[in-house]
């Protein structure tokens, strides 16, 4: 029997995502366009992929807080924020362009659910 055929595919064509700021802790809320979506990137959007996607920032700890109800995922990521947006001279010391980061992940999907992808589409994963 043959495995299903499977496509990579960005996170922001399976996902949105919204980034806010305590200091220097990054909060990142990431939410599935389509519940059929969840268990997929439920084991694919990891603490480790996404401690390595933010490694130029140097994360102190990474956690990940599953919300199944809701089909969505938050991350918190602490001290990668150049201490805040008191203390930082970035140009972005909320981290609110650090979700367009996050949604740059590559994800490998059905080959099934791919086909049902149409980014900008209201409801990507539409029949």
């Known amino acids: 029997m043959s495995a299903e055929a499977t496509a990579m595919v960005p996170l922001r064509t399976l996902a949105n995502a919204r980034a806010g700021d305590k200091g220097n802790r990054l909060n ?5 366009r389509a ?19 933010f490694a130029a920032r140097r ?10 109800n809701l089909c969505a995922f938050n991350f918190v990521l602490d001290e990668v924020l150049d201490g805040g947006v008191n ?3 970035g140009l972005d010391g909320h981290g609110k362009s650090l979700s367009f980061l996050l949604l740059t992940l590559p994800v490998e ?3 099934s659910l791919a086909d049902g992808i149409r980014e900008g589409a209201g409801d ?3 029949p």
């Open 87 to 89: 203390a930082s001279l």
């Open 28 to 32: 990142l809320a990431l939410v599935c």
């Open 59 to 68: 994360p102190a700890r990474v956690v990940r807080y599953d919300l199944p």
């Open 124 to 126: 990507p994963l539409s």
């Open 35 to 53: 519940p059929a979506v969840y268990p997929v990137l439920a084991a694919q959007v990891t603490v480790e992929r996404v401690a390595a996607l």
């Open 109 to 111: 999907v059905p080959s």
